[in-house]
Structure formats: structure tokens, C-alpha cells
């Protein structure tokens, strides 16, 4: 099947190289010439694991190309999709012009189509309700192309960093549309995964577009839950994580993102809980609780720092070290990252931040020149009054405890994710703040840190 993609972003990619690995012949296409420059040479523009191989492999075996111009992804083309950006307006509402433009080009080229019909399927995250301005998109640009170009909507459910994996072995495939000729097309795409068993759900287009931000804000909804419970936990002497895993051990519940930390990032999560209450308020319902996510999403980090102060009394002259920059493991993606968020408040109250990420310093450096960097974690935590565990890498969870406390200028650790264990750290000596479990590490006092450092040195 000929597919055109439109949007060369962390959806359009991999939804390239994914169907392209599902054997169809795809052309990927994007405004910037640059990218698409490189894209050509197997030069994939984010890290995301077994991304560049499927891009190199696809280039290389002739499925899979790359173009400036629509009408290369129209052209012969069955299934276009849309997976151009729709990033936040200042209200909070979803800015869908790109989708517009797109929707209106494909218009003009749709006669070009194979045989003359195609379905262009929206995949980017929109509103529900963005179908039905597509398809008047499209009569308006060209009067045939109504006739012509089904509408449906396949929400994408992939997560960074395991994004490949996600879109090859889907949970569940969500397909809304409204012809059979749409239903029956895309059914053919997916065939290879229909085939091996993934589930799949055909809908109308407004639930299926609905359904993804549904989602969306129920998860952001249990991590803002998770961390709420944080905050009582820290003042009741109870531990979250194992209050997550009792709760967790209910399948009517679920242990998956119920883990308390600095809070939820990304460029999916934030903006798509404000587009979703922006939708609800133009449908005339006001939906508070998505707000309450939003806000006890912001207290999480404000805990955070706050447990910095309290660990290092006042933060001028301090030198902060921040570990994990990327808003989750796995990615070089810093949009709206806790981290950044982080450094930058803490460089407004005049400390000095050095931060040390496995793939992100790039991009981090350029969302906050403030920050400077570090080769390795130890170097990061050199002559540190503070190490704050952001992100939690896997790497990090085998770093030298001793061998951190000895580079510190201070012993103090606030761990933003829980990765380390409190004992553990209580007995390499550190004064150590985590989220939402009891003291370990705080019950020590520093007279006693000084008795452990004085005995390490002498033997
Ligand atoms: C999210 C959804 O999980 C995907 O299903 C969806 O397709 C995607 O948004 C999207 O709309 O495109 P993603 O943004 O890649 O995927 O990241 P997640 O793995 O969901 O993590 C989001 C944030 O929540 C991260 O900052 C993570 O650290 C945080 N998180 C997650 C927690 O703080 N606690 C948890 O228990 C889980």
C-alpha cells in the first residue's frame, strides 16, 4: 500500500519507519527542508531507540522516502496521515493551522490519489470535533476533494522512548471513521498487526478522537493523584510507593502511573490536558478537576525545591547538580521537562546549576543557557552543596554512592523520582529527601555524617 505521512515529528516518524517496516511504501514529508535533507541520509532528527536502523534499512531498500511537497505523499497514495504539531495557543487551546494548511493542500493534489479516492486520517492529537473542520478544510479548497477523501481519525497511543516498540506492538489500535471504504482501507494497513492478534476498535470519528485525550488526562489525573498522596505521606510517616503498590495490586486500579515524583512532562501531558478543558469549556462544560491535575502537577516540583531549600539553607552561593534533564527516560525530548523547569527556578534565586543527562544536554542547553553542563554524573556532583536526582535514568541507579559523597562540597541528596534507597543512602553518609516516603536518610544528623566521612578518609 502507498501511505503518505505529513509531519516529520516524533509521531510522523516513527509512524514512517513503522509502516514502512510493516511493508508498505511510504513518503514522509515536512516544511523544513533541512530535515528532510537529512532524513534522506539516514540522519534521524531525535534519539529513539532502533529509530535510525529502521530509517537507514527502509531508505536503503527504496520504501521509504522523503519530500517538501504534499503532492510526493498524495500522489498514488491510498491512506495520507496527518501528523503535523498542534502546540498550545496562549488560551490553552490546541492552534490547528497547521492541520488546516495540510488539510487544504491535500485537497488540491486528492485527484492525484490511487484511483482517485484516498482516506486522509488525522493522528496528531486534535480535539474532538477537528474531523468535521477538516472535511469542510477540504470541500473549500477544492469542491471535488469532499467527494473524493474520506476523513477518519487514529489517535496514536506511542510513548517516547519506547515509541517503535509501541507502534509494531500496539496495545490496542484505535480506527473512527465514517465510510466503509475508510473502515476497509486502513483495516488493509494494519493488517500484518490485525493479523497477530492486536486489538483492534473502529468507532466514529468524535469518540475516536475524544478517547485519546480522555486518556491522556486520566493518566496525567493518577500521576497527580500519586503525588498528592505524597504530600500526605510525607506528613503522615507513610510510604507512597508502597501505598501505590497495595493500591496497584487491585486490577481495577492498575500500579501503572501511580509513581510520585517532580511531576509529569512532555509535550504531550500538559498540552493536552489544556486542550482537552479548553475543548470542554467551548462544548459549555466545566470540567475543575482537570485544572486540579494541572495545579497539584505544579506543587509536585514546587516540593521539590522546597526540599532543596530546606537541605541547603539558602541557595546563593550554592551549586546545585541536577542528574537526568530529558522529561522521562529514554529521550533527548526536554519539552516542558520537571528538570528544566527545575534549573530555571534555581538559577532565579541565584545558584549555580550543572546538570549531566545521557541524551539531552544539547537540547537542555539550548532551553536554558543559564545551565552548565557536565561529562559524567561525579563531575556534575563536584563541588556540589546538592544533587537532585530529576529523571531516573537506569545508569543512575548504579552510581558510586561513596565515591558521590567524597566529590560533594555538602552531603545532600533530593531525590525527585524515589530511584535510590533510603538505608542505602542514610549509610553512605547522605542527608537524603525523597518523595513521599519516611525519613531513612533524614534521621541522620550531620554530626554523625562527619563521624562516617572522618572514618572513610582514615581507612
Ligand atoms: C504519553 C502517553 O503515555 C502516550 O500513551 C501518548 O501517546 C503520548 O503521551 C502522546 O500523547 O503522544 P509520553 O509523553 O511519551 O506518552 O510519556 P509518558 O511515558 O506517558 O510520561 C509522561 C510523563 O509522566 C513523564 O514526565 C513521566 O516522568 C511522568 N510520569 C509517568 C510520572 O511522573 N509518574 C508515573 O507514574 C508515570
Same mark, same amino acid.
Given at each position: 500500500?502507498?501511505?503518505?505521512?505529513?509531519?516529520?515529528?516524533?509521531?510522523?516518524?516513527?509512524?514512517?519507519?513503522?509502516?514502512a !517496516?510493516?511493508?508498505?511504501?511510504?513518503?514522509?514529508?515536512?516544511?523544513? =527542508?533541512?530535515r528532510?535533507?537529512?532524513?534522506?541520509?539516514?540522519?534521524?532528527?531525535?534519539?529513539?531507540?532502533?529509530?535510525?536502523e529502521l530509517?537507514?534499512?527502509h531508505?536503503?531498500?527504496?520504501s521509504?522516502?522523503?519530500?517538501?511537497?504534499?503532492a510526493?505523499?498524495?500522489?498514488?497514495?491510498?491512506?495520507?496521515?496527518?501528523?503535523?504539531?498542534t502546540?498550545?495557543?496562549?488560551t490553552?487551546?490546541?492552534?490547528?493551522?497547521?492541520?488546516?494548511?495540510?488539510?487544504?493542500?491535500?485537497?488540491v493534489?486528492?485527484?492525484?490519489?490511487?484511483?482517485?479516492?484516498?482516506?486522509?486520517v488525522?493522528?496528531?492529537?486534535?480535539?474532538?470535533?477537528t474531523a468535521?473542520?477538516?472535511?469542510? +478544510?477540504?470541500r473549500?479548497?477544492?469542491?471535488? +476533494?469532499?467527494?473524493?477523501?474520506? *476523513?477518519a481519525?487514529?489517535?496514536?497511543?506511542?510513548?517516547?522512548?519506547?515509541?517503535i516498540?509501541?507502534?509494531?506492538?500496539?496495545?490496542?489500535i484505535?480506527?473512527?471513521?465514517?465510510? %466503509?471504504?475508510?473502515?476497509e482501507?486502513?483495516?488493509?494497513?494494519?493488517k500484518?498487526?490485525?493479523?497477530?492478534?492486536?486489538?483492534y476498535? =473502529?468507532?466514529d470519528?468524535?469518540?475516536?478522537?475524544?478517547?485519546?485525550?480522555a486518556?491522556?488526562a486520566?493518566?496525567?489525573?493518577?500521576?497527580?493523584?500519586?503525588? +498528592?498522596?505524597?504530600?500526605?505521606?510525607?506528613?503522615?510517616?507513610a510510604?507512597?510507593?508502597? *501505598?501505590?503498590?497495595?493500591?496497584?495490586?487491585?486490577?481495577?486500579?492498575g500500579?501503572?502511573?501511580?509513581?510520585?515524583?517532580?511531576?509529569y512532562g512532555?509535550?504531550?501531558?500538559?498540552k493536552?490536558l489544556?486542550?482537552? !478543558?479548553?475543548?470542554?469549556?467551548s462544548?459549555?462544560y466545566?470540567?475543575?478537576?482537570?485544572? =486540579?491535575v494541572?495545579?497539584?502537577?505544579?506543587?509536585?516540583?514546587?516540593?521539590?525545591?522546597?526540599?532543596i531549600k530546606?537541605?541547603?539553607?539558602?541557595?546563593?552561593d550554592?551549586r546545585? +547538580?541536577?542528574?537526568?534533564?530529558?522529561?522521562?527516560?529514554?529521550t533527548?525530548?526536554?519539552?516542558?521537562a520537571?528538570?528544566?523547569?527545575?534549573?530555571?527556578?534555581?538559577?532565579?534565586?541565584?545558584?549555580?546549576?550543572?546538570g549531566?543527562?545521557?541524551?539531552?544536554?544539547?537540547?537542555?542547553?539550548?532551553?536554558?543557557?543559564?545551565? =552548565?553542563?557536565?561529562?559524567d554524573?561525579?563531575?556534575?556532583a563536584?563541588?556540589a552543596?546538592?544533587?537532585?536526582?530529576?529523571?531516573?535514568?537506569?545508569?543512575?541507579?548504579d552510581?558510586?554512592?561513596h565515591?558521590?559523597?567524597?566529590?560533594?562540597t555538602?552531603?545532600? %541528596?533530593?531525590?525527585?523520582?524515589?530511584?535510590?534507597?533510603?538505608?542505602?543512602?542514610?549509610?553512605?553518609?547522605?542527608?537524603?529527601?525523597?518523595?513521599?516516603?519516611?525519613p531513612?536518610?533524614?534521621e541522620?544528623?550531620?554530626?554523625?555524617?562527619?563521624?562516617?566521612?572522618?572514618?572513610?578518609?582514615?581507612?
Open positions: 500500500m502507498k501511505i503518505g505521512v505529513i509531519g516529520t515529528g516524533h509521531v510522523g516518524l516513527v509512524a514512517c519507519v513503522t509502516y !517496516e510493516m511493508g508498505h511504501q511510504v513518503v514522509g514529508v515536512d516544511v523544513d =527542508e533541512e528532510v535533507d537529512q532524513l534522506g541520509r539516514g540522519i534521524a532528527p531525535f534519539f529513539e531507540p532502533g529509530l535510525v530509517l537507514q534499512r531508505l536503503a531498500g527504496g521509504l522516502s522523503f519530500s517538501t511537497a504534499i510526493d505523499a498524495v500522489r498514488g497514495a491510498e491512506v495520507v496521515f496527518i501528523c503535523v504539531g502546540p498550545s495557543r496562549a490553552g487551546e490546541a492552534n490547528l493551522l497547521a492541520v488546516e494548511r495540510v488539510a487544504r493542500e491535500v485537497a493534489h486528492s485527484d492525484q490519489a490511487a484511483g482517485g479516492r484516498l482516506v486522509l488525522q493522528k496528531s492529537t486534535v480535539p474532538a470535533g468535521t473542520r477538516v472535511r469542510r +478544510a477540504l473549500m479548497a477544492n469542491r471535488d +476533494a469532499g467527494a473524493r477523501v474520506s *476523513v481519525s487514529n489517535p496514536e497511543f506511542l510513548r517516547e522512548g519506547q515509541a516498540r509501541d507502534s509494531l506492538e500496539p496495545d490496542r484505535l480506527v473512527g471513521a465514517d465510510s %466503509v471504504y475508510a473502515f482501507a486502513m483495516r488493509r494497513l494494519y500484518s498487526l490485525i493479523d497477530n492478534g492486536t486489538e476498535i =473502529e468507532t470519528v468524535p469518540t475516536a478522537e475524544l478517547a485519546k485525550h486518556s491522556n486520566f493518566l496525567a489525573l493518577k500521576i497527580s493523584y500519586a503525588n +498528592a498522596l505524597a504530600r500526605l505521606c510525607e506528613r503522615s510517616g510510604d507512597v510507593t508502597r *501505598v501505590a503498590d497495595i493500591m496497584g495490586s487491585d486490577p481495577r486500579i500500579r501503572a502511573f501511580l509513581d510520585a515524583g517532580m511531576g512532555g509535550f504531550c501531558f500538559p493536552d489544556q486542550a482537552f !478543558e479548553h475543548l470542554s469549556d462544548l459549555g466545566d470540567f475543575p478537576l482537570l485544572r =486540579e494541572a495545579r497539584l502537577n505544579n506543587e509536585a516540583l514546587v516540593a521539590t525545591l522546597t526540599k530546606e537541605g541547603v539553607w539558602n541557595l546563593e550554592k546545585v +547538580a541536577l542528574l537526568g534533564l530529558s522529561f522521562k527516560p529514554g533527548d525530548d526536554v519539552r516542558f520537571p528538570a528544566l523547569e527545575l534549573a530555571q527556578r534555581l538559577l532565579d534565586e541565584g545558584a549555580t546549576v550543572v549531566y543527562d545521557p541524551q539531552a544536554m544539547t537540547n537542555a542547553k539550548q532551553e536554558v543557557p543559564g545551565l =552548565e553542563l557536565a561529562a554524573p561525579y563531575e556534575a563536584s563541588g552543596h546538592c544533587l537532585v536526582l530529576c529523571t531516573q535514568w537506569p545508569e543512575f541507579r552510581l558510586d554512592l565515591h558521590l559523597r567524597r566529590v560533594m555538602d552531603p545532600l %541528596v533530593v531525590d525527585g523520582r524515589n530511584l535510590f534507597d533510603a538505608r542505602q543512602m542514610a549509610a553512605a553518609g547522605f542527608l537524603y529527601f525523597s518523595v513521599g516516603r519516611p531513612g536518610g533524614l541522620i544528623d550531620l554530626r554523625d555524617v562527619g563521624e562516617t566521612q572522618q572514618a572513610d578518609a582514615s581507612s
